[in-house]
């Protein structure tokens, strides 16, 4: 039988030399990963050969294939989806973060214009001092129309600590009840713009996120995709009693 299984090899690479030369030369110059499989049932042999893809398989897939794809996109959205060969969805995360980070930049461009307005009008209608004072100084100006006021209401709480100190850099008196209420208004328009800020910063961070979690998707689906494609031609061959020696050739592709 050492005959028939030499001359099922030869006709075997034969047959993938022919195939090999039909092959548009695009596809002969991929690399293929080969496979060699030998099965013997009773008096039947089956000579095997499996081609497949390897520029398709998960290890060395172009597509995405690294994690490192990953810490790509979580550092810059769309960075992993384009490293993995993925453009079309990398634009669209190249395209959110910048719209997100000019959000962010034109909120916070507006809070400091909405700062500025505040004390030239708490300047202008209470004679407020603005050099050196914290956010906290801003928000008790508009809670008493005057600093005696507020010292008093102070310790009328107990709450030392809240006072301040009546010198002139300290001091104000606000002209009308209405100013000071137009005042907290205004303090309040700042504070739910600097609230709209911080959001944007939130889904920034989401954005980042979402990227990673989308590479994620892309290299399963690559994965899948690689598995699915590869090429199979079988020689069978056969000895029977009531015809004799038969031989078959199965080429099968699974796209």
């Known amino acids: 039988m050492t005959y028939r299984m030499i001359f099922c090899l030869l006709f075997l690479f034969s047959g993938m030399d022919l195939l090999a030369q ?3 030369v695009g596809l002969q110059q991929k690399n293929f990963k080969k496979s060699r499989l030998v099965k013997y049932q009773s008096d039947k ?16 897939s172009t597509h995405g294939g690294k994690a490192g794809n990953i810490f790509l996109s979580l550092v810059l959205p769309g960075a992993g989806e384009w490293a993995a060969g993925h453009k079309g969805a990398a634009k ?26 505040l004390e030239s009008f708490a300047a202008l209608h209470a004679g407020v001092n603005s050099a050196g004072k914290g956010d906290q100084f801003w928000i008790d100006v508009g809670i008493a129309n005057s600093l005696a006021n507020f010292n008093s209401d102070r310790l009328l709480e107990r709450d030392i600590d809240a006072t ?5 850099e300290n001091q ?15 303090r309040f ?8 800020s911080s959001g944007i910063v939130g889904v920034i961070v989401l954005n980042h996120i979402v990227s990673a979690i989308d590479v994620i998707r892309l ?7 690689s598995q699915a494609r590869r090429s199979m031609m079988q020689i ?7 015809i004799g020696e038969t031989y078959s050739l199965d080429f099968t592709w699974q796209w």
């Open 92 to 117: 669209v995360f190249f395209g959110a973060e910048a719209v997100l980070w000019l959000g962010y930049w034109g909120s916070q461009s507006y809070v400091g214009i909405l700062q500025d307005d």
């Open 164 to 168: 301040y100190t009546e010198t002139s």
């Open 236 to 242: 069978k061959y056969a000895n029977n009693i009531n």
């Open 219 to 225: 290299i399963r689906k690559d994965r899948n995709r």
């Open 22 to 24: 039909s092959v548009p």
């Open 45 to 60: 042999k089956t000579v095997a050969y499996v081609d497949q893809n390897s520029s398709l398989s998960p290890e060395k």
């Open 189 to 196: 328009k700042r504070l739910d713009w600097k609230r709209r």
């Open 172 to 186: 104000w008196q606000w002209d009308s009840e209405d100013n000071r209420r137009e005042y907290v208004g205004k």
